[in-house]
């Protein structure tokens, strides 16, 4: 069955230093996200991706973040000068359409530590 | 915005029994509430979904029930197992949302032999 792979697994890094959390969604997939979980606590959206465009994107989404299909099988998140409390579990997502309803399927994380 | 509360916590039943785990939702236009079950380490995994147009689901042990008038929808598990142990989240999402779910805070289930 056809999967979400998210790479690494778990990235350690200093404040200030920029990061980049890798997905690659399901092949046929026409629409990807981001969301973050941040320990203990809800599955919050931050940036749902459609034909290289940003579609929608959270308030928790600032200039510090930002997203990119550089191929055609990888989408990225990058974090320019992370901060402590960008500690949390990215997931990203993939559905084959926008319209609701159209299920999300969700890879197995990236845990960020901002130290 | 939308905003979805979910009840309890944390929940716990024996073996056999049923599990119920409660949602509300605050936008009026939500018409996509599904319902993931998260282990852990993993990532969220949908288990059942249903849509505004439909007042019930189910899906084996699994059910769930959508009131639009109350805004509220819920989980229902019966003949609980060990292996339904889990985080489970209720969602809501809205065409013309873009798909963005807006998730619940989540709920502890632990089903004890």
Sequence with gaps: EPEVTQTPSHQVTQMGQEVILRCVPISNHLYFYWYRQILGQKVEFLVSFYNNEISEKSEIFDDQFSVERPDGSNFTLKIRSTKLEDSAMYFCASSLTSGAGDTQYFGPGTRLTVL | ?113
């Design chain 2, 1 to 113: 915005g939308e905003n979805v509360e979910q009840h309890p916590s944390t929940l716990s039943v024996q073996e056999g029994d049923s599990a119920v785990i409660k949602c509300t939702y605050s936008d009026s236009a939500s018409n996509y509430f599904p319902w993931y079950k998260q282990e852990l380490g993993k990532g969220p995994q949908l288990i059942i979904d249903i849509r505004s147009n439909v007042g019930e689901k189910k899906d084996q042990r699994i059910a769930v029930t959508l009131n639009k008038t109350a805004k509220h929808f819920s989980l229902h598990i019966t003949e609980t197992q060990p292996e339904d142990s889990a985080v489970y989240f209720c969602a809501a999402s809205f065409t013309g949302g873009g798909n963005k779910l807006t998730f619940g805070t989540g709920t502890q289930l632990k089903v004890e032999l």
